[in-house]
């Protein structure tokens, strides 16, 4: 398994303003993600965090609004640029352990409120 | 584009009996899937998995089916209990390192 780190947990935040949230793994890791899972809904996936190169996003989100960063194999950064009150979200890291099974492994969750 | 769907949204079983959480896909290149605990707060927690080369594998009180025929999966859990209440997903993957597919979630609700 895998200890993943969020950081922060939970934060309210002004419209406008931009917010980054930081994942951090205990060990090298193959494949790390970012989901959103809006209030009552199910997880979707934002983007795959790519190590030294862009990051992989999926339709319906762009890097200039979900920039992410993946310095090394054990973390990896989230930003929520301009904000607002449809950002509000949980926001999920998620990995894949390099040589292990193939089950993804999540962070607690950094819960957004965009007011 | 395809989807993984949940045919309930809400489960609510006496505390004791066995719960069938039932998810149906609709990729047929899908060979990996697992099941997900998300209690309230957390993250989604990794329950059971099960590949497309089977059709059932047993945990600890869980059992996975898979019906690859009619592309549907179910989640067993015997003897539940009042700490089995949560949010449940199905995901599924196809290929090793892609990305996982989340289904739309059902909260199991144990009465005492």
């Known amino acids: 398994s895998a200890v993943i780190s969020q950081k922060p947990s939970r934060d309210i935040c002004q419209r406008g303003t931009s917010l980054t949230i930081q994942c951090q793994v205990d060990s090298q890791v193959t494949m790390m993600f970012w989901y959103r899972q809006q209030p009552g809904q199910s997880l979707t996936l934002i983007a795959t965090?790519?190590?030294?190169?862009?990051?992989?996003?999926e339709s319906g989100f762009v890097i200039d609004k979900f920039p992410i960063s993946r310095p090394n194999l054990t973390f990896s950064t989230l930003t929520v640029s301009n904000m607002s009150p449809e950002d509000s979200s949980i926001y999920l890291c998620?990995?894949?352990?390099?040589?292990?099974?193939?089950?993804?492994?999540f962070g607690q969750g950094t819960r957004l409120t965009v007011v | 584009g395809e989807s993984v769907g949940l045919h309930l949204p809400t489960l609510s079983v006496q505390e004791g009996d066995n719960s069938i959480i039932n998810c149906a896909y609709s990729?047929?290149?899908?060979?990996?899937f697992i099941w997900y605990k998300q209690e309230s707060g957390k993250g989604p927690q990794f329950i059971i998995d099960i590949r497309s080369n089977m059709d059932k594998r047993q945990g600890q009180r869980v059992t996975v089916l898979l019906n690859k025929t009619v592309k549907h999966l179910s989640l067993q859990i015997a003897a539940t209990q009042p700490g089995d209440s949560a949010v449940y997903f199905c995901?599924?993957?196809?290929?090793?390192?892609?990305?996982?597919?989340f289904g739309k979630g059902i909260t199991l609700s144990v009465r005492p």
């Open positions: 995901a599924e993957r196809t290929g090793a390192n892609s990305k996982l597919t």
């Open positions: 998620s990995v894949v352990i390099q040589g292990g099974n193939t089950e993804a492994f």
């Open positions: 965090a790519n190590q030294g190169s862009e990051a992989t996003y």
């Open positions: 990729n047929s290149a899908s060979d990996y």
